[in-house]
């Protein structure tokens, strides 16, 4: 159990959410919560949590929606922020969030982990983890479903890619094994 919960640590490291703050238009029509409910967008770079109007910020989100992230071959990990976005404000405080290697077609369930909020009745959550290779692979597509108590609030696909580890195809023989010992 120790080891499984070492390698979770080691696999993800998620920082703290913050709630969105726009301006009161944001709440009349056209809003991030309204456009992008039920869906993770993901980015290379930071997500803001603060715009001049509602549509500035959708506008900029539609800018930093990445699906394709590379591996940073120094740490042999992948950065990814998100912003996900629910149908209904959320009565609660905490949330699942769970990853999925999808990349044959069937789920394979690769991590799973509670989150806190900061208030109840957020509509949405800005942060950011880090998936490592070890625990991940590389060149596998990932479905992030956020949770809370069961009911799906909000999903979305990304992949991570990287160099495939390749054998180099030499084979070193100490003199021992040449000699046939």
């Known amino acids: 159990m120790r080891r499984a919960h070492l390698m979770l640590l080691s696999a993800i490291l998620f920082c703290s959410t913050i709630a969105l703050i726009l301006p009161e238009d944001a709440q009349a029509g056209r809003s991030p919560e309204r456009v992008f409910a039920g869906n993770v967008i993901t980015s290379k770079t930071h997500i803001p949590t603060r715009a001049k109007s509602a549509n500035a ?16 071959t120094e740490t042999k990990e992948w950065k990814i922020y998100f912003a996900a976005f629910f149908r209904k404000p959320l009565n609660d405080l905490e949330i699942t969030i769970k990853l999925y290697d999808v990349t044959g077609g069937q789920p394979h369930l690769k991590s799973s982990f509670q989150q806190f909020l900061g208030t109840r009745g957020q509509k949405s959550v800005v942060s950011h983890l880090k998936l490592s290779r070890e ?37 070193v023989f100490t003199e021992e094994e040449a000699a046939g010992h």
Do not use: C
């Open 57 to 72: 910020y959708i506008r900029t989100l539609r800018k930093l929606k990445t699906r394709q992230f590379w591996e940073n």
């Open 135 to 171: 625990h991940f692979g590389v060149n596998r597509q990932i479905l992030m479903v956020v949770e809370n108590r069961g009911r799906t609030l909000a999903t979305g696909k990304f992949k991570i890619l990287g160099k495939q580890d390749r054998p180099s195809g030499n084979v």
